[in-house]
């Protein structure tokens, strides 16, 4: 059995009065601190390389063209299936002295990149896989639009210019070198 | 003539009062969700027009297109009756409460309110009473328990404060020798400690807490009491219906503060200032007025709701003989001539 000591209650508090306006002042305090919500869609919520926004594709600052070889590593990552890839051959990496083409390169690169936004879980897997720092965790974070098939992503809505993703990449890199160390299992 | 410019002026009077009465009683509704979110630190609502402002007009569309519900098994004609028998009683109270001590629209028109009862005390305690039954008969209509219980209990909360708090009343009365609002009002001009509040200290907590019960407001909102009761009597009200209880609440507050400011802080009377012109006489008023709706407000979200029975051995064993012996001395007093 526990028997709980209960507080003696001074003459004040049994009085109840003196306490109910010491709580008025607490709560007329309170009045003048500022508020805590947040005003969503005029206060954005702050963001940094840490947040793991939308999938989003690189291109290269020079020329808009895509980094993307469409090696499907990536969709194969892919926990929730979000991705669909269809590639094709290019050569845009030619290169030219005085506008001949003398020696054409020819890579791949993606006709048709999907991703279902629907689907995608944001895990940042597809990130991990790509070997050609094609597509990283942007920031954006807002997802929302009437039909379903909006929502289904194509080239145009995925692609960024790599210099706006750069804080993200740069993070990325910097937590790959922690693995990259010697560690005492090596 | 004189009997058209006399009506003329009673229906301006109805239209000015009871138009500010219900402008005031919505932007209460307001005032009461932005001093919430203030002391809980939030925004309150700030996106229907400047500040917010227009949200109480958007709550009304809102409540007008909700679709209207009564219970199968409820009673249907004390159902829809119930509403307007809680609502009407709280707005006719605000007929004799006066707010200024000459009338600007008519010489020799008398005060500023729509009558200038001699029994003006007796008639906004017999409506402020009567208001009780549209919320009983709305609780049993229903036939649901949490609406009965919360009528039982509004019921028995009412007989037990209402006896305490025109006693404390009764000590005004007695001082002041008359039931007209306006004659008391009028007896605490000139300086500030003429104000009822100074010589009755006791009588005013006494009311200024007895109101909170009459009002069925927080800490004593036994009669809503939604962690108990889901919404108490009103739990199965929707649409207008559930607003004309909601508006009928916001009056009651609005009339309760305006006895609260009649009998104890001078009503229309501006202390150093005997007959100040009729506009600073209203603005006074109405500002004591706010200072209380603001009152009750910031009450509701600071105390904690009281037990029930706690409630009523209050009422019963500690207002009742504290406003008995209140009224005894101030007999005393006054028969003595010392008050």
């Not at chain 1, 000591?5 to 306490?19: A, D, G, H, I, V």
């Not at chain 2, 010589?199 to 909102?221: C, G, Y």
């Not at chain 2, 207002?319 to 005393?332: D, E, H, Q, R, Y």
Request: with cysteine; hydrophobic share 50%.
């Amino acid at each position: 059995m526990v028997i709980v000591k209960r507080k003696e209650l001074s003459l004040s508090e049994r009085l109840y009065l003196p306490e109910i306006f010491r709580g008025m002042s607490m709560t007329f305090r309170a009045m003048f601190k500022p508020a805590v919500t947040r005003q969503y869609p005029e206060e954005p919520l702050p963001t940094d390389e840490v947040t793991r926004g939308q999938p989003r594709l690189a291109t290269n600052d020079e020329d808009g063209s895509i980094r993307c070889v469409s090696c499907g590593l990536c969709e194969a990552a892919c926990p929730a299936y979000a991705i669909t890839i269809d590639g094709q051959d290019t050569d845009r990496n030619a290169i030219t002295i005085a506008g001949d083409v003398t020696e054409k390169f020819i890579e791949r690169e993606p006709k048709e990149f999907e991703i279902d936004m629907l689907r995608c879980i944001l895990c940042g897997f597809c990130e991990e896989a790509c070997p050609k720092d094609a597509i990283f965790m942007s920031d954006e974070l807002e997802l929302a639009d009437f039909t379903r098939k909006d929502l289904i992503y194509g080239l145009d809505k995925l692609k960024r210019p790599v210099s706006t993703l750069r804080p993200r990449i740069d993070y990325i890199y910097k937590v790959n070198e922690r693995w990259q160390a010697s560690s005492s299992t090596r | 003539m004189d009997m058209l410019i006399t009506i003329a002026v009673i229906v301006v009077k109805i239209t000015c009062i009871y138009g500010g009465m219900i402008v005031i009683a919505a932007l209460t509704t307001l005032a009461e969700r932005k001093v919430s979110a203030w002391i809980q630190f939030r925004h309150g609502p700030n996106r229907v027009g400047p500040w917010g402002i227009l949200q109480p007009l958007a709550d009304g569309v809102k409540f007008i297109f909700k679709e209207e519900l009564v219970p199968d098994s409820a009673n249907k004609w004390m159902f829809r009756m119930a509403p307007a028998l809680s609502a009407m009683p709280a707005m006719m109270g605000v007929a004799v409460i006066p707010f200024a001590a000459e009338s600007p629209l008519y010489k020799d028109s008398g005060p500023l309110a729509i009558a200038d009862l001699d029994i003006g005390v007796l008639y906004v305690l017999a409506f402020s009473g009567l208001s009780i039954y549209g919320i009983i008969l709305g609780g049993w209509a229903s036939n649901s328990k949490f609406s009965l219980l919360g009528a039982i209990r509004a019921s028995a909360q009412m007989v037990s404060y209402e006896l305490a708090m025109i006693l404390s009343i009764m000590a005004i009365v007695v001082m002041s020798g008359s039931f007209n609002m306006t004659e008391i009002a009028s007896l605490q001009a000139g300086p500030l400690w003429n104000w009822n509040i100074f010589s009755q200290p006791v009588a005013f907590m006494l009311f200024l807490i007895a109101t909170f019960a009459e009002t069925n407001r927080h800490p004593f909102d036994f009669a809503e009491c939604e962690p108990e009761l889901v919404g108490g009597f009103h739990t199965e009200y929707s649409s207008m219906r559930f607003a004309l209880f909601f508006l009928g609440e916001y009056c009651a507050i609005f009339v309760m503060c305006c006895m609260t400011v009649v009998f104890f802080l001078g009503g229309f009377e501006v202390p150093f200032w005997e007959d100040a012109p009729w506009f600073i006489q209203v603005g006074a008023m109405v500002s004591k007025v706010v200072a209380f709706l603001f009152l009750f407000i910031w009450v509701r979200w600071t105390i904690p709701r009281f037990r029930f029975d706690q409630l009523m051995g209050l009422g019963w064993k500690v207002f009742l003989p504290v406003a008995l012996v209140n009224l005894l001395i101030t007999g005393g007093l006054v028969s003595a001539g010392i008050l």
